[in-house]
């Protein structure tokens, strides 16, 4: 049960943060929200990685047998670099909102409802 | 906002061992944890503790946001053409020809326990440099603009 | 004619140029606005070759493998890797290279039309860059044979999609629409991611056709399915999840529009290439097809009532082109509810498909049309509110042409390529089951009763005295419009040959699970 803790983390991260996404009024707040859930699936293919006596496959000198294959820590890798260039649009999105109707709530902001 | 003396200061003199540190990141990004993006990103916190510590106008004649756009396309150019080579030797997108084959980058990956041979990876440094040039122009211009709204919302 | 490396490593090339374009495009935008406009041009007609290329070279000799950074393009399983897949893989079969041909066209067609109908704008630099962006993900999308490699495209897409839709930003409302398409996007996202690390840490392989042939149906697969669905009929505007399309569809610039058409129909593509080629027969088909033909119907009731009342020409569109996701849905749907039955499936079930993939096809030329019609008219009256308009078919008579086109195909009126999906629909599926036969039979003539009402209000009545000025759309913005409305036609007047040649080929590569995994693993 214990080594399963990771997992436990994900879900609990998951309902967070659909749970900041889904509540928060604030746009900023939904975004992190959008972050926590970014998080929660990283860790997840992290966790996913794990092996027990694995070696990492940057030391040349051991056994090829023990090495772990890198494929999880690349996908989070580049999860990461997707969630930046995410992040980064939606600020400037929320930049942009601000200057125009001069607040972040979401409540306040849908001009678009008919 | 200009911050003050002592700040602006430090931050120049930090700018230059954040800027090395970055490059190292980048250099280094086939041997150890890290590259092209962990390092570009470590350069444009250089960019952004300059844009911190000095007011938006300064910044603006300090950094051109044109030389990093240009700065930009030229490592994603650089990343694409890397790849395109290949092409011309009659393997496949992204083949790694440089590897193992004494040029640059192109030594054999010495066996057993070692600090790590520089030169070696073949194409994967030429790769981690494109990035690395390209992240940096990219985050620095992203953080530019979002300075550059802010500004004018705190006018209005 | 073409040089022999650039023909073996056409699939790679096929997203280089676009991605290598869009990187040039703000250098070359340097020098001159011309300049720009006619690199932009070239980079697209090259993708087009490419593409058609490609088409041509699946449609005749099969499927093509690429392996990107492998010693030979087809080696897909390196000697030394103990028999996994572990390179990142294109593998284009029919269906993959029906929704290249359709990128390609759509694409070629809107570049041109937005040379133009956005030259007035500023940013362009951005505005290029970010559309050949979006051309060579949709692209990669289609052609990708890795389930990691299909979530970055999606992501690259949805990155690029949410910043044109929100192109026009001194306009909040742009901006909110294209945030509430980003919010979407990236949460179908990281759903998409999820269900990779499930299958992932199960399986240990993210290649499709090595996932299809060890995969289980376990419950953890069924997780995976639903989060996977999920994700994607939100990115494809599939009720209920449909609720960013009207917005982000009639706020982004109507070239970006058509083109944002056919990224959802890249994530369409995406559920079936999932459904039918990477869980295949190991899903409980009858259950996952019913839920498809479920979201179908819904969407078609629900887009085309809420159609009806709107004001905005273009929301308008948006809210039939979700209408029209519903009758690919059904039509896919039924095929996918009766995979499993040989008997059933060579009846109605391929027919089925087949229609619902030609309406793939037909949807992204006619929609795409029809866009582009509204963009024409917004251009050159400057709303889009139907209430102001009117009597403008004195003065743009090209435009009045072809939205009739697009009218008369989307409502399924012959000899419209509309009508020849709509019937393969309505035939195959009143087998199924006759009531969701009538139902899409209602959603048709609703259509077309909108669209009558759209045209009446546009075009007919008496000219009103705001718009004596209005002169017909620029000619590259004409030139844009008739690709599509000559391929509206000529599907439409020989569907025969493009069933035959086009669609029947990609229903097979869906439903031919075996064959697919066979093409992949064999090659080493």
Not at chain 1, 25 to 31: A, Q, T
Not at chain 2, 19 to 28: A, E
Not at chain 3, 32 to 48: K, Y
Not at chain 3, 247 to 256: C, F, G, N, R, T
Request: charged share 10%.
């Amino acid at each position: 049960m214990f080594w399963n803790l990771p997992y436990v983390a994900v879900v609990l991260l998951t309902v967070i943060g659909l749970a900041t996404i889904l509540l928060k009024r604030n746009l900023i707040k939904i975004f992190f929200g959008v972050g926590i859930l970014t998080s929660a699936v990283n860790l997840f293919i992290i966790a996913l990685g794990y092996r027990e006596g694995g070696i990492a496959p940057i030391y040349t000198y051991a056994a090829s047998e023990n090495m772990v294959m890198a494929t999880p820590q690349a996908l989070t890798l580049t999860s990461i670099v997707i969630g930046v260039a995410t992040t980064a649009l939606m600020l400037s999105f929320a930049v942009i909102i601000y200057k125009t109707y001069g607040t972040v709530n979401v409540d306040e902001i849908r001009e678009l409802k008919e | 906002m200009r911050m003050s003396k002592i700040v602006r200061f430090s931050a120049d003199v930090l700018f230059g061992a954040i800027l090395i540190f970055g490059f190292y990141i980048i250099l280094h990004g086939h041997l150890t944890p890290g590259g092209g993006f962990q390092g570009g990103a470590v350069v444009a916190t250089g960019a952004a503790l300059v844009i911190v510590a000095y007011s938006y106008e300064e910044v603006l004649h300090m950094i051109k946001k044109a030389g990093l756009m240009l700065q930009e396309s030229a490592g994603l150019v650089m990343f694409a053409g890397v790849a395109l080579i290949a092409l011309g030797l009659g393997t496949t997108f992204f083949f790694n020809y440089l590897a193992n084959s004494g040029l640059l980058f192109g030594m054999s990956v010495p066996f057993g326990p070692n600090p790590g041979e520089l030169n070696t990876g073949g194409v994967l440094p030429l790769m981690n440099i494109a990035v690395g040039i390209e992240v940096w122009g990219g985050l620095a211009i992203v953080i530019l603009y979002m300075l550059s709204g802010i500004s004018k919302a705190e006018e209005a | 004619m073409i040089p022999g490396f650039i023909a073996t490593n056409a699939p790679a090339l096929l997203i280089a140029v676009p991605l290598l374009g869009a990187f040039l495009s703000p250098v070359i935008g340097i020098i001159s606005r011309d300049a720009r406009a006619l690199w932009v041009l070239a980079i697209i007609t090259l993708t087009a070759i490419i593409g058609y290329f490609v088409a041509f070279l699946v449609y005749t000799e099969g499927t093509v493998l690429y392996v990107f950074g492998a010693a030979e393009t087809a080696l897909t399983v390196p000697p030394d890797s103990g028999g996994i897949p572990i390179r990142i893989i294109f593998a284009i079969d029919a269906m993959s290279a029906l929704m290249v041909i359709i990128a390609v066209t759509v694409g070629f067609a809107v570049i041109l039309y937005s040379l133009s109908s956005d030259s007035r704008r500023s940013g362009l630099e951005a505005y290029y860059t970010i559309f050949l962006l979006m051309i060579g993900a949709v692209l990669g999308m289609v052609s990708t044979g890795d389930l990691f490699n299909f979530f970055v495209f999606l992501e690259i897409s949805s990155l690029a999609s949410a910043g044109l839709v929100a192109y026009k930003v001194e306009r909040g409302l742009a901006v909110e629409a294209g945030l509430k398409y980003l919010l979407v996007s990236t949460i179908g996202g990281i759903f998409f991611l999820f269900a990779i690390g499930i299958l992932y840490g199960q399986y240990n392989a993210l290649n499709i056709a090595m996932l299809a042939e060890v995969i289980q149906w376990t419950p953890l697969d069924k997780l995976a399915l639903v989060l996977i669905i999920a994700a994607l009929a939100a990115k494809c505007g599939a009720v209920p999840m449909h609720f960013w399309t009207p917005d982000a569809y009639s706020m982004a610039p109507s070239a970006v529009t058509a083109m944002l058409v056919v990224a959802s129909q890249a994530s369409l593509y995406g559920l079936f290439r999932i459904c039918f080629t990477l869980y295949g027969m190991t899903l409980s088909y009858v259950t996952i097809g019913w839920v498809i033909i479920i979201l179908g119907l819904l969407s078609m009731i629900v887009g085309v009532t809420m159609a009806i009342p709107q004001k905005d020409i273009k929301r308008l569109m948006a809210y039939h082109a979700v209408s029209q996701t519903g009758y690919m849905l059904l039509g896919v749907g039924v095929g996918l509810a009766v995979l499993g039955d040989q008997a059933l499936l060579s009846s109605y079930g391929t027919t089925a498909m087949e229609g619902g993939i030609f309406h793939i096809f037909n949807h992204a030329m006619y929609k795409g049309l029809l866009f582009l019609t509204a963009g024409a008219i917004i251009y050159q009256v400057g709303t889009s509110d139907l209430n102001r308009m009117g009597g403008l078919g004195h003065k743009m008579k090209w435009t009045m042409i072809f939205f009739i086109i697009g009218a008369l195909a989307i409502a399924g009126i012959p000899p419209f390529n509309g009508f020849a999906s709509k019937f393969l629909i309505y035939e195959s599926v009143f087998a199924f089951s006759p009531i969701l036969s009538i139902i899409a039979m209602v959603v048709s003539i609703l259509t077309l009763a909108s669209f009558v009402k759209v045209f009446h209000s546009v075009f007919m009545g008496p000219p009103l005295p705001e718009h004596e000025n209005v002169k017909e759309a620029p000619h590259t913005m004409l030139i844009g419009m008739t690709i599509l409305a000559a391929l509206v036609i000529i599907s439409g007047i020989f569907p025969e040959f493009f069933i035959q040649n086009l669609i029947a080929p990609a229903a097979n590569a869906l439903i031919d699970q075996a064959g697919y995994i066979a093409t992949v693993l064999g090659g080493a």
